[in-house]
């Protein structure tokens, strides 16, 4: 197919799966891109990549469709710089920005690009936040370091998570709007309102245990120090999770030893154990089987027999 009914069917896309835009492309030697896209309720979240472009959203295109959205995008490659609101942001890696689908805007990507896309209707962004469209942060470049930089983690987590596992994905992205209402205020200067505070407080706590989580040192008093929050605050932003954070906690270190298995066959267990955050080998037995309904040894037979059985025919390449 000619790059320029690559590049058509390209912006059809676009236009088909966020709003209605014109794309052009940047001269190169040939065009390819991409989109992984999942949906959570009032939340769309993809993932795409492509060559430079131009993309513009004018008032024709606008006039075009009822829909109205607030998009928030996380380069995660490359670099542009998107106006609206006669204001111009350069993104970067890690930087978060927002746009509103109601008002014109333009995104330059000078180079091979990346990013992760959150797609909310602004009705229902209104009503988690209060701000009217001329309160918005649109076009206000925003680093990955600071507050804001929670939910840019989680959403670039989500939209990798999607890829590899859909269900997973489905269960973390319960907070999904308020964490982006959560920094949607931030960004505007606000606090967050207090639904999402909690949302907020609770990613904040999660990134923390992430980080942290193999360290077999790590309890919940620990956990309330380094969020810098009382034992009493902790529990109560777990309450969905009948067992409180130490549950939340033993599931990370168990899906930590999971790979760890799956990825090393030759690893003794005893070393998943310690490189997971266990104390001790008989407390990783326990909690993984609690989890996972079996014992290490056993996932790890399984996974490879089945790895043996659906491994497709070696085929040979012209």
Same mark, same amino acid.
């Given at each position: 197919m000619p790059a320029s009914e690559r590049f058509d069917q390209w912006e059809a896309h676009l236009s088909d799966f966020y709003v209605p835009l014109a794309v052009s492309p940047v001269p190169q030697e040939s065009f390819h891109g991409w989109i992984r896209r999942g949906s959570y309720g009032d939340v769309e979240v993809s993932a795409l990549g492509s060559? /430079?472009?131009?993309?513009?959203?004018?008032?024709s295109l606008i006039a075009r469709t009822d829909d109205e959205f607030l998009t928030a995008t996380i380069q995660t490659k490359g670099r542009g710089r998107l106006y609206q609101d006669d204001r111009v942001a350069e993104v970067v890696p890690g930087t978060l920005v927002? #746009?509103?689908?109601?008002?014109? #805007? /333009?995104?330059?990507?000078?180079?091979?690009?990346g990013m992760s896309v959150v797609q909310v209707p602004l009705s229902r962004?209104?009503?988690?936040?209060g701000l009217t469209g /001329?309160?918005?942060?649109?076009a206000i470049a925003i680093p990955e370091q600071g507050a804001v930089g929670v939910v840019t983690r989680f959403f670039r987590d989500l939209t990798r998570l999607q890829h590899t596992n859909p269900e997973? $994905?489905?269960?973390? $992205?319960a907070p999904a709007l308020d964490l982006l209402a959560s920094a949607v205020r931030l960004a505007a200067g606000q606090g967050p309102p207090p639904r999402s505070a909690d949302a907020f407080a609770r990613e904040r706590v999660l990134v923390y245990m992430r980080r942290h989580c193999t360290d077999p040192a790590l309890t919940a008093q620990r956990i309330a120090l380094g969020c810098k929050m009382s034992r009493r605050a902790l #529990?109560?932003?777990?309450?969905?999770?009948?067992?409180?954070? $130490? $549950?939340v906690l033993r599931r990370m270190r168990v899906n930590i030893a999971a790979e760890l298995l799956l990825r090393d066959p030759l690893l003794p267990v005893s070393a998943v154990a310690h490189a997971s955050g266990f104390a001790t080998e008989r407390q990783f037995y326990r909690s993984f089987r609690h989890e996972k309904g079996t014992t290490p040894s056993a996932f790890r037979k399984a996974a490879v027999a089945l790895h043996n059985t659906v491994r497709p025919p070696l085929v040979n390449q012209p």
């Open positions: 060559g /430079a472009q131009h993309v513009r959203r004018t008032k927002f #746009y509103d689908s109601t008002r014109p #805007y /333009a995104f330059d990507l000078d180079d091979d690009w962004l209104r009503e988690r936040t /001329a309160d918005l942060p649109t997973q $994905a489905r269960l973390l $992205a #529990y109560r932003i777990f309450d969905d999770f009948e067992e409180g954070p $130490a $549950a």
